[in-house]
Every structure is written in structure tokens, then in C-alpha cells.
């Protein structure tokens, strides 16, 4: 007869995670940038302290388990206390990304009811903008000490972060609940309509930070060190402020300097051995240290995810810096990775080109996410490596709805991620294109995905981007947009010749369109939308 284990029942909560990196790593580093550009320097233990004085503070303000606190912060110490002091005491943490419109930052503001909101003082002229229309928050917390906190003209009840957490006690008792409850909220870019909630538990984030220490994830340990600049407005820095304490690895946060020279500096003067964060920072980083013959002495390994990272850039890393590129996929309703791609043991064998395209993958599942791929008539696809078909997952950390939604967007109890992607024998998955953003040409799929890691090998072009515009015989044909880096030359007809040598001769986009910039959002991805809207007429 079955019978369940006789083992104690506790559950995953937040403030066990850092007590834990406290008492067991309580001598590890965290490294701030503050928004006025010193570094701070403290340790974990300093953190779990000051982490239950802003519990206390926020209870002074009459805040209880279940109020929700914002933030639209940069990643710093301050914003790293408050992802403990705020879910640890029961309530949700809110972080709001500052790249959304105004008029998007309210709406989620409300939306999400929150009582405080914590910024950093690079957002004072925005807060000035909203507060006014966001009646419920009571109080704005500056994250700086009185010196540095601005005064906003209009803005009742700011106070400084110093100021009000100094008289505070460090003695807290952090409540135990169930580990189901609601510990953090992000709400999606917002692209199309209002940005939609994922409200995390505490199990959640604690499952996936775990994972994030696997060797197959990122590998953390007390020897790494660890610079997330993924922003932690965005998807939790990926979990990276909740798996480094756990792991005992040191943490660096860049705060709001986050250009390739800033990055790279910080990386060298505090040994940073691993690095995340999307495609155009990186692009950025190595830009910077090519420009000044520089070498990473530290760096070994960098996590990418967001969007695709195209193999030049991959090439790059890997055999001219001796840095390993981890390509990942996760998006805000699996709360982080939902998968990681690392070279096998027989790629020690294989050239380098097909270890490129291998990390160019985003990899297999992190155990406790499944994934399919579906036709559109919801039958499952062959893990064959070439049916393409929309990329479904599940798992212990994936939204099962959004908060406050009104219907649950699962389909037979999998999450309909809007990528097309194949996913091959042994597992390993790779997103060929967002379903909105697939181009058809005359009833075949061209990936825009692919032509733009093609443009980019080429020397002259620092980035690229593809749409599909409408055409009156192929119903879609591919628009080239290219970004030169500084300094080159390259006209349509070179561009078009180097890719007609690198893909299908009918992938060739019909036309290139040579930009200063590409638009890009609040997560730091390309937004096509606005291409669209602007290129997105007719060919003739």
C-alpha cells in the first residue's frame, strides 16, 4: 500500500534563501554600482541585514503580507534587498521595467495595486510624470541615501531608503506560509494591448534559482562570480539575484552603466568569471573590446537569451576570447530558463563552425520544464530537428494564468509560448522565429531569425533586423534592415551577394534598408512592430 515519506514538509520560501547565503556564505561579495556611479561593496550577511530593516520599515508604513511594493529600479544592492525584505515579509514585489511608456508604466502600477514604489533617483523626472495618476501608491522610496534622493516637485510622501530604513530594527522574524504564495510580479513588454501579469510564488523562483545552479545551467558555485545584466526589472535578472546566494557565488551589479567600456572594466576589476544578458549588450561589449585590442582575463562563460544570438557573435566569443556562450530560452511566463544550450562531450571533436550552430540552438529543457511542438491544428510534431511547428511548455515554474486574467491561456494544460521553433532527437530545441514575425513567401517560411545571423557575419555590420513586408505574388517578401559599424562601407548589392552565398537564393530579401539604429524595447529587443509601421507598405 502506498504511503507517504516520513520526511519534514517545509516550504521554498525567499527569506530561507538568503539566511541561507548569510549563514553558510556570509562573508561572499556584492558588488553595487550606485546610481551616481561609486561602487558599493558589502557581503551577504550585510544584505540579509538590511534586508529584514526594510521588512520592519515596510511594516511602519502600515504595508501587510499580500501588499504589493513596485520598483523601477536599476540592478543595485538597494533593488537586491528589496526582492528579499518585500516578498521574504509576505508581500509581492512588483518590478516595473522604466522602458515601457508612461501611459503602460501607470496601467501596470495600478493594475498590480501597489502601495510603495521604490526608484532609483536616474527616475525622478518620470516619477514626477506618473505619480499623479497612480492614487494608491502612498509612498515613493528613493534608493539612495538623503544626499543623493532628488526632490520632485508635485510628489507627496518621498522619502529616502537610507532615511527610512536606519531607525529600523535588524531583528525579524521572517513568516512562514505555504510556497504557493505570490512573492514577485512582472508584467510583459506589452507589445500588443496592455501588459499582462505573471505573479510567481515563492516555490517558483526557488525551483528555477536552484536550477540555475546545475552545471548545465550556469554553474554557479562560491568560485564564480557572477555580473548579471539582464535587468532585474526583467524576468528577476533571470533568477540570477536568487541563484548566486544560493550558490555562495559573488555578485556584481552594474547599476545603470551598462555600455561595452563601463561593462568591461567592471568585469576586469572584480574577476568576474560569468556574465547575462541579451544579444545588443554583448554586441556592445565586444564592440568596445575590439576597438581597444582589449582581452577578457577573467571572463569564461557568458549566458544569452532574449532574443537569438547570432553565430558571428558566437564565433567571436568562443574563438577569439576563449569565452563560452551559453544560449538560453525563457520568456516572463516561465519565470526564467526554461532552456540552456552547452556543448556536448563529442563537440570536442567538431569543428568550429558546428559548435557555433550547436550553441546557437537554445538548447535542451531544465529539468522540471517539458516542451512539444505542435501543427496548427494542435497535433504534437516529430523531434526530428526539421518540423517547425508553435513551442508549447510546462513545468513547476510556467504561468498557469495571468493575474487578475479573466481566462487561463493554457491549452490542454501546456502554455502557447507564440515561437515557432524544431526541437531534434536528442532534445535540443531552436526557436526559428516568433509566429508574428515568420515570413511566408509563397506558401514556405523564410526564418528572419536565420537571415539576420547571416547578415551579420559579415565584417561591415555591427547589426541586423528582417521583416516581412507584403508583396502581391509571394503574399510576404524579406526586408533587410543593417546597421554598419562605425566606420564601415557596405551598399545593397555587396550585402545581397554575400547572403545569396549563404542561404536559399529565394531567402534573398528584396531590399536593404541602411539605418543609424534599430528601434529597441524596453528588454532589449529589436522592435519590429515599429519597423513594420514604418516599412511595412507594399512591394511592388
Same mark, same amino acid.
Given at each position: ?180 504564495? +505570490? ?229 490542454? +494544460? ?127
Amino acid at each position: 500500500m502506498l504511503q507517504n515519506g516520513l520526511m519534514m514538509d517545509r516550504p521554498l520560501l525567499l527569506s530561507d534563501v538568503i539566511e541561507h547565503a548569510a549563514q553558510q556564505f556570509g562573508r561572499a561579495e556584492v558588488v553595487s554600482r550606485e546610481t551616481h556611479g561609486a561602487l558599493f561593496r558589502y557581503t551577504y550577511a550585510e544584505c540579509a541585514v538590511r534586508a529584514r530593516k526594510l521588512a520592519n520599515a515596510l511594516a511602519g508604513l502600515g504595508l501587510k503580507p499580500g501588499s504589493a511594493v513596485g520598483s523601477i529600479a536599476w540592478n543595485n544592492h538597494r533593488h537586491l534587498e528589496a526582492y528579499y525584505g518585500v516578498s521574504g515579509s509576505g508581500m509581492v514585489m512588483h518590478t516595473c521595467n522604466p522602458r515601457l511608456h508612461p501611459q503602460q508604466l501607470i496601467y501596470i502600477i495600478n493594475h498590480a495595486e501597489d502601495e510603495v514604489v521604490l526608484f532609483d533617483a536616474t527616475f525622478a523626472p518620470l516619477v514626477k510624470g506618473i505619480a499623479a495618476h497612480c492614487p494608491k501608491v502612498r509612498t515613493w522610496v528613493c534608493l539612495a541615501d538623503a544626499g543623493h534622493t532628488p526632490d520632485i516637485e508635485g510628489v507627496a510622501n518621498v522619502l529616502a531608503y537610507e532615511t527610512l530604513i536606519e531607525p529600523c530594527s535588524d531583528a525579524f522574524e521572517w513568516p512562514s506560509f505555504d510556497e504557493r504564495t +505570490g512573492a514577485a510580479l512582472c508584467y510583459t513588454s506589452g507589445t500588443t494591448g496592455n501588459p499582462k501579469g505573471a505573479l510567481y510564488s515563492h516555490r517558483s523562483i526557488v525551483l528555477n534559482a536552484l536550477s540555475g545552479c546545475l552545471p548545465g545551467v550556469l554553474a554557479l558555485a562560491p568560485s564564480q562570480t557572477i555580473l548579471p545584466v539582464v535587468p532585474m526589472f526583467h524576468i528577476n535578472a533571470w533568477c540570477v539575484p536568487y541563484a548566486a546566494p544560493i550558490a555562495g557565488a559573488k555578485l556584481v551589479l552594474p547599476g545603470p552603466m551598462l555600455d561595452g567600456k563601463s561593462l568591461y572594466e567592471l568585469m576586469e576589476s572584480e574577476a568576474v568569471t560569468i556574465s547575462a544578458g541579451v544579444p545588443t549588450i554583448w554586441q556592445a561589449l565586444l564592440g568596445h573590446v575590439e576597438q581597444n585590442k582589449l582581452k577578457f582575463t577573467t571572463m569564461r562563460c557568458t549566458a544569452v537569451g532574449g532574443s537569438a544570438m547570432p553565430q558571428a557573435l558566437i564565433a567571436r566569443f568562443m574563438d577569439e576570447y576563449n569565452v563560452e556562450v551559453r544560449h538560453g530560452w525563457g520568456m516572463t511566463e516561465t519565470t526564467a530558463v526554461a532552456t540552456m544550450g552547452t556543448l556536448s562531450p563529442e563537440s570536442a571533436a567538431w569543428t568550429p563552425a558546428q559548435r557555433h550552430a550547436l550553441i546557437a540552438k537554445q538548447g535542451k529543457s531544465v529539468f522540471g520544464v517539458e516542451i512539444k511542438i505542435v501543427d496548427e491544428n494542435g497535433a504534437t510534431l516529430p523531434r526530428d530537428g526539421s518540423a517547425q511547428g508553435e513551442l508549447m511548455v510546462r513545468g513547476q515554474w510556467i504561468l498557469a494564468s495571468y493575474f487578475k486574467g479573466e481566462r487561463s491561456p493554457l491549452v490542454d +494544460g501546456w502554455f502557447p509560448t507564440g515561437d515557432i521553433a524544431t526541437i531534434d532527437a536528442d532534445g535540443v530545441m531552436q526557436i526559428r522565429d516568433r509566429t508574428k514575425d515568420v515570413i511566408k513567401t509563397g506558401g514556405e517560411w523564410i526564418s528572419s531569425i536565420d537571415l539576420e545571423s547571416a547578415a551579420v557575419g559579415h565584417p561591415a555590420v555591427a547589426m541586423a533586423a528582417v521583416i516581412g513586408v507584403k508583396h502581391p505574388k509571394w503574399d510576404e517578401r524579406p526586408l533587410l534592415f543593417i546597421v554598419r559599424k562605425p566606420g564601415q562601407s557596405l551598399e545593397k548589392e555587396e550585402m545581397l551577394a554575400f547572403l545569396a552565398e549563404r542561404v536559399a537564393k529565394w531567402w534573398v530579401p528584396d531590399d536593404v534598408v541602411f539605418l543609424e539604429s534599430l528601434p529597441v524595447g524596453g528588454t532589449g529587443k529589436v522592435q519590429k512592430a515599429d519597423l513594420r509601421k514604418d516599412y511595412g507598405g507594399v512591394f511592388s
